[in-house]
């Protein structure tokens, strides 16, 4: 809620209050007042104000919505249309403290039916940006670049100044993912960062961008009636930023449940499988998808961005209701509020209002939301479990590709691939059970402590222990090997760099270009290999 010097009067319904919006264009490079508007030249009680945060059924984070400005003005007046406005009210005579309630762009001005007056419709600056087309911007950037200096550099851009303020995700660093030579509006780039903050975008009173957060409802707290009277048992005071008293609305409406609390975040990937979550027990989490600035991050990453944003969105529990109330402008969309009939105490969150009237005004403010976050919440939470659950994999596909797979147990019962390539692959413990099969099968690097498998083909393995049935390499690095047993071991060329050998050596059928090599092993002593026969 704005702290106005005299906010508390818009509550007294006989205050007397004065309006004035001035009109200015830009002409010649140069700003001209174009009409000064005062009640004598407004329609009674014709002023209407529309603002929200999310109007849709339930919480949607990221949301910007524009405001709508409408008031009905006598057809003596300058035309209005592409104006600026700016719209003062004036209480109780105080004109040395004016409020300020915005600031707006005129979309039309149009005469109505009798002709004796003309309907006036603003915006304020966030409704022109799905218009803008931001692709030579996106194109000149340099990737990569931290969300911080992609946000600021789009504000310049667009020409809208935006608060000054630290996000979750600024020092998070992104990628270029979109399609540079596609048409791309500003409003889907700032609801994608206002959504990967949890946040939602509104252009405040000031005429500036700001990213709201829902505060956190603190409920009164009472003593129970079987403690002992102190003076430190006195009720805790609500935490909440407009309480309404029981006459300073008229009607409301509620619903008989409180939307659950926010307890995780999950981020959907491109192929719209969970790519990161907070943890695997959410039971009403926070779904971001399709974010293209969370494409080609990594895990960790991803992660990261995840933990990030959940402090400020989880505990938002409120309930859904409607209010009719005294109009006042000091409250703002993402503000919590409180009413109480003869039964319950009511709180929730300002998601959108319609503030309407000049000398009587009134509010109708709203939210909505489902108990749990989405109705695929089942599906969700089957993933999750999931993914816990799992530890083999089955995957039959035609094209495979692991950039980089680090996990501490790995478990393949089968990978059948046309084209299955690896670039890295570590791990405590590798079990393949059944077989390793491709058309093309290339796996640059293995590192492992323990590696079991029955067919097995590398470039270069290095291991603390192997066991295999047919071991086919170029190059075996076994430095540390301390039983190494080979049944079959066939190639056109085998070198052994450092055998450690303190238990045995087995061959049972080598097929060598040398009859006879010797070495030294970790403890000086000579081992002798010898050709045995093809």
Not at 6 to 30: G, H, P
Not at 138 to 164: C, H, W
Not at 398 to 421: C, F, G, K, M, P
């Amino acid at each position: 809620m704005i702290d106005y010097v005299n906010k508390d009067l818009f509550f007294q319904d006989s205050i007397d209050k004065q309006w004035t919006i001035t009109a200015t264009k830009v002409v010649d490079n140069e700003t001209v007042t174009v009409a000064t508007l005062h009640n004598e030249d407004l329609l009674y009680d014709s002023i209407s104000l529309n603002e929200a945060l999310s109007s849709s059924d339930g919480l949607v984070f990221g949301r910007c919505e524009s405001s709508r400005l409408e008031f009905t003005v006598y057809n003596i007046v300058s035309p209005l249309k592409g104006c600026e406005l700016t719209v003062d009210i004036v209480l109780d005579h105080d004109t040395e403290h004016p409020f300020r309630l915005g600031t707006y762009i005129v979309d039309s001005d149009k005469p109505v039916a009798e002709r004796l007056h003309r309907k006036v419709t603003a915006y304020d600056r966030l409704s022109k940006l799905n218009e803008k087309d931001v692709k030579d911007w996106y194109k000149a950037l340099t990737f990569p670049m931290t969300i911080k200096n992609f946000r600021d550099s789009l504000f310049n851009y667009i020409g809208i100044t935006q608060e000054v303020v630290e996000l979750p995700q600024d020092n998070i660093s992104i990628v270029k993912t979109l399609n540079e030579d596609e048409d791309m509006s500003a409003l889907s780039i700032v609801q994608a960062i206002c959504e990967l903050n949890g946040a939602f975008g509104h252009i405040g009173r000031d005429d500036v961008f700001h990213y709201k957060y829902l505060p956190l409802i603190i409920k009164a707290l009472y003593p129970g009636t079987d403690v002992f009277p102190a003076e430190d048992l006195y009720p805790a005071d609500w935490i909440i930023d407009v309480p309404f008293s029981r006459n300073s609305w008229m009607n409301a409406e509620y619903e008989d449940y409180e939307c659950k609390t926010i307890d995780g975040v999950v981020i959907m990937g491109e192929d719209n499988e969970i790519a990161a979550w907070t943890k695997q027990d959410a039971e009403n989490p926070f779904k971001i998808e399709g974010n293209f600035l969370t494409f080609d991050l990594d895990k960790t990453t991803l992660t990261t961005i995840a933990n990030n944003v959940l402090p400020k969105i989880h505990d938002r529990i409120y309930q859904p209701s409607k209010l009719e109330s005294l109009g006042n402008p000091c409250m703002e969309v993402g503000d919590s509020f409180y009413f109480n009939d003869r039964y319950f105490i009511v709180a929730s969150y300002c998601l959108s209002r319609t503030l309407s009237g000049t000398q009587l005004l009134k509010d109708s403010i709203e939210s909505t939301g489902d108990e749990d976050r989405s109705k695929d919440l089942s599906s969700i939470s089957k993933q999750l479990q999931r993914l816990k659950n799992k530890s083999e994999f089955d995957i039959d596909v035609n094209s495979a590709r692991i950039h980089y797979l680090e996990v501490d147990h790995v478990t393949v019962a089968q990978l059948n691939a046309a084209n299955a390539q690896i670039s890295n692959l570590w791990a405590s413990e590798a079990v393949i059970s059944g077989s390793l099969s491709a058309a093309i099968g290339r796996i640059g690097t293995i590192e492992a402590d323990y590696i079991t498998t029955v067919t097995f083909q590398a470039q270069s393995i290095n291991a603390n222990k192997i066991t295999a049935g047919t071991l086919s390499v170029n190059r075996l690095n076994a430095d540390s090997v301390t039983n190494l047993v080979l049944e079959n071991c066939t190639g056109k060329s085998m070198t052994i760099y450092g055998l450690n050998v303190r238990q045995s050596f087995e061959l049972g059928s080598v097929m060598v270009y040398w009859t006879t090599k010797s070495f030294t092993d970790g403890d000086g002593n000579t081992v002798t290999l010898q050709y045995l026969g093809r």
